[in-house]
């Protein structure tokens, strides 16, 4: 199984427990996509991504893509827009396997006042794996809470 990361490929560096858990994740930038250009984020399929037929497990699938969606739709607006996935439809449409390199490829479709849209395709080489959508609640930002005295 290959491990080399393709040119222009960084370390993603950020997520929770659960996303650093299935890393390491990658990004680049995608030029074509604007002036700031895009994110477009990937991972290695691994045997711990895999299910019982040797192939990703379609749950990862679904995981790599809700991921690339919500970094995308966050990281559109300066500073970056706090976000929860409200709905997410996908469509599995060919399997990966352990040493596959998987690009998650988003389109923001639309960015209202309370809502965001935007659809993804997964990507092994050319060959399109799986295609999805997802709306997204855009929140207000977290602020630190008060401490209390003492």
């Given at each position: 199984m290959t491990t080399d990361i393709p040119e222009g490929f960084q370390p993603l560096k950020r997520g929770g427990g659960y996303l650093t858990s299935l890393g390491p994740w990658y990004y680049r930038l995608d030029q074509s996509k604007g002036e700031k250009g895009q994110l477009v984020l990937a991972i290695r399929i691994e045997d711990r991504h895999t299910n019982i037929r040797h192939i990703a497990h379609g749950g990862f699938l679904v995981t790599i893509l809700?991921?690339?969606?919500?970094?995308?739709?966050?990281?559109?607006?300066?500073?970056?827009?706090?976000?929860?996935?409200?709905?997410?439809?996908?469509?599995?449409?060919?399997?990966?396997?352990?040493?596959?390199?998987?690009?998650?490829?988003?389109?923001?479709?639309?960015?209202?006042?309370?809502?965001?849209?935007?659809?993804?395709?997964?990507?092994?080489?050319?060959?399109?794996i799986m295609t999805g959508t997802g709306v997204f609640a855009l929140m207000k930002p977290v602020t630190p809470r008060e401490q209390p005295d003492g």
């Open positions: 809700d991921t690339a969606l919500g970094i995308v739709v966050s990281s559109s607006r300066e500073p970056p827009q706090p976000i929860v996935t409200v709905s997410l439809t996908t469509n599995f449409v060919a399997s990966a396997e352990p040493g596959d390199w998987v690009e998650a490829h988003v389109d923001i479709d639309r960015m209202g006042g309370r809502l965001a849209y935007a659809s993804c395709t997964l990507r092994v080489g050319a060959r399109c």
